[in-house]
C-alpha cells in the first residue's frame, strides 16, 4: 500500500517536534565519525525508576554488567497479583544504536505504554552505542540480558510468566531483536521461552538503494545520509552495508531456515525510506518457513510511536496486543 499522499498528515505540534529532532541529529553527526552526545542530551531528557505506581505502572533498574553499563529497566502493572501469569516483553529501544537509553524519557513512556496496554512485565534494555561501541557489541549485550534473567528468575516478578516471552523493539532495536532471536534460536536457554517477536520499523539496509529510500529521501528524520552514517559508525572498520548486521537478507545472511526462529509481527509507515528494506525482510521471513504478519500504516513517518496522540500508536498497541494474545494461546 503507498502512501495517500506526497507528504504526511502531522498535527502541527509533531511536525514542529520531528523537525527539531531532525535538525538536532543532523547537527551532532560529526563528519569525522563521533556524534556530539553534549548537544544531543539537551533534547533527550531521562527518568528516573520509580518503585511506587504511576499511572498502573511501577519500575526499577537492574545491573547486568557494571564495567559495560549494562543494565535493564523493569516495568510492572500495579494491578497483578502474584498469582497471576503475565507475559514478559524485552523491549530494545530504537535510535539508529547511537542515541537514546532504557531511562530515556521517550522510551520510558513507550514501554509504560505498553506496560499498561498489554497488561505486561517489560524488560527495556540498556545496551552500548556507537560509534563508540561497534558490533557485535549491542547484540551480545541484548543476549546476554536474556540469558541473566534466564539464570537469575528471581530478578522478575512472582507474577511473570518465562513461558511466555517476547522480543520487541523499534528502528535499530527491532534489528537488534532480530539478531537476538536468531542467536538465542541456535544456543538456547533454560527457562525462557521466546513465542514472538514485534518488530517496529525494523532498521535494515544493504548496498543496493531501494525505491522508498530514494523517493523519500526527504521525508522526517531518515535520510540516505543518516542511515549511511549510522550504519558506518556500526559496522566493523571496512565493512559495507551488506554486512550480516545490516543486510539480513542479502548475501551474508544468517539462514533461520530449520531454527525455532519465533512467530513475527512486522509493522511499517508509508513515510518511512526503509519500508522497502522491511517489507523484504516480511517477505524473506515467510519464504524462511516462518509465520509472520505485516501491518502497514500508510501515513506514518518513522518513529511515529513517539507521538501518543497520532492514531497510529494506538493502533500499533491494539494490533500487538492481539498479536500477543494469539502466540500466548498457542503455549502449551
Not at 542467536?183 to 538503494?209: C, D, H, M, W, Y
Not at 545490516?246 to 508509508?270: E, Q, R
Request: proline residues 5%.
Amino acid at each position: 500500500m503507498k502512501a495517500t499522499t506526497s507528504k504526511p498528515n502531522l498535527p502541527w505540534k509533531v511536525r514542529l517536534s520531528v523537525s527539531l529532532l531532525t535538525i538536532l541529529w543532523n547537527i551532532c553527526r560529526r563528519s569525522n565519525g563521533t556524534f556530539n552526545r553534549r548537544l544531543f542530551s539537551v533534547t533527550d531528557r531521562k527518568a528516573a525508576a520509580n518503585p511506587a505506581p504511576v499511572d498502573g505502572v511501577s519500575s526499577s533498574d537492574m545491573t547486568v554488567s557494571a564495567d559495560r553499563n549494562l543494565w535493564f529497566r523493569l516495568y510492572t502493572p500495579s494491578s497483578s497479583s502474584s498469582s497471576a501469569s503475565l507475559p514478559v516483553v524485552f523491549y530494545f529501544h530504537g535510535g539508529a544504536f547511537t542515541v537514546f537509553s532504557a531511562d530515556s524519557i521517550t522510551y520510558d513512556s513507550l514501554c509504560r505504554l505498553f506496560c499498561r496496554s498489554l497488561n505486561a512485565v517489560v524488560v527495556s534494555v540498556n545496551y552500548r552505542l556507537t560509534p563508540e561501541h561497534r558490533y557485535p557489541a549491542q547484540y551480545d549485550d541484548g543476549v546476554d540480558v536474556l540469558k541473566f534473567i534466564d539464570q537469575n528468575g528471581g530478578v522478575l516478578p512472582c507474577s511473570a510468566d518465562v513461558s511466555k516471552c517476547f522480543l520487541a523493539g523499534d528502528s535499530a532495536g527491532a534489528n537488534l531483536a532480530h539478531h537476538v532471536a536468531v542467536r538465542v534460536s541456535k544456543e538456547g536457554l533454560g527457562t525462557i521461552n521466546v513465542v514472538g517477536l514485534v518488530s517496529i520499523q525494523p532498521a535494515f539496509g544493504g548496498e543496493k538503494r531501494t525505491q522508498s529510500e530514494i523517493e523519500m529521501n526527504r521525508v522526517p528524520i531518515i535520510s540516505l545520509g543518516f542511515t549511511d552514517w549510522h550504519w558506518k559508525a556500526l559496522l566493523p572498520h571496512g565493512s559495507n552495508r551488506d554486512h550480516e548486521a545490516v543486510n539480513v537478507i542479502g548475501p551474508n545472511a544468517v539462514g533461520i531456515v530449520g531454527l525455532d526462529y519465533p512467530s513475527t509481527i512486522v509493522f511499517t509507515g508509508g513515510f518511512d525510506p526503509l519500508r522497502d528494506w522491511q517489507r523484504m525482510y516480511y517477505e524473506w521471513l515467510r519464504k524462511s518457513e516462518k509465520e509472520a504478519q505485516l501491518i502497514d500504516y500508510p501515513n506514518a513517518i518513522h518513529a511515529f510511536y513517539f507521538y501518543p496522540e497520532l492514531p497510529e500508536t494506538s493502533l500499533l498497541v491494539s494490533q500487538v496486543k492481539e498479536f500477543m494474545s494469539k502466540q500466548m494461546s498457542n503455549v502449551n
